[in-house]
């Protein structure tokens, strides 16, 4: 199995847990998310589903994503002072943004020498979630560069 292909695997088992009924526009939706790799704004995808469903509204494709994020099949992927885009792994991690070219590169904790652990500070209170950019430039751009 391919990872696109372990992807809706894992999508069909997330909607059975989470009681959600498949629609043929849902499964188009989570399968053009995935396509759109780049963490895509809801307008992307919107634009990427419209070419195998014509008929579906910016409406539908917005309420679609954000009952998948009830559901805890796309987070959110907050990037600093951008607009909304969504991003189908659902497992922490951080995101590497390339100033130049503007791609997200999907980091996992494990990827990096020495992970962040959130802080565990009774001061603090209690920290929830841990939010970690990195700005740059990518492989890419700098070969070419
Ligand atoms: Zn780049
Ligand atoms: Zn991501």
Redesign the pocket.
């Known amino acids: 199995m391919n990872d696109a292909e372990e992807m809706m695997a894992g999508f069909d088992r997330r909607c059975r847990e989470a009681g959600l009924k498949q629609t043929p526009q849902r499964r188009e939706i989570y399968r053009q998310m995935l396509h759109c790799e780049n ?1 895509p704004s809801i307008e992307e995808v919107y634009r990427q589903v419209r070419c195998m469903l014509p008929h579906i509204s910016l409406d539908t494709v917005y309420r679609t994503l954000a009952t998948f994020e009830r559901h805890g099949i796309v987070s959110q ?1 907050r990037l600093f002072g951008d607009r909304t885009r969504y ?1 189908a ?1 659902t497992a922490p ?1 951080y ?1 590497f943004i390339c100033r130049e070219c503007g791609r ?1 590169i ?1 980091v996992f904790p494990d990827d990096l020498d020495r992970p962040e652990p959130l802080p565990d500070n009774r001061e603090l209170g209690m920290v929830e979630s841990c939010h970690m950019e990195f700005r740059g430039l990518c492989r890419d751009c700098l070969d070419n560069s």
Do not use: E
Request: negative net charge; without cysteine; hydrophobic residues 25%.
């Open positions: 963490h992927a991003d792994r991690h995101h997200v999907d």
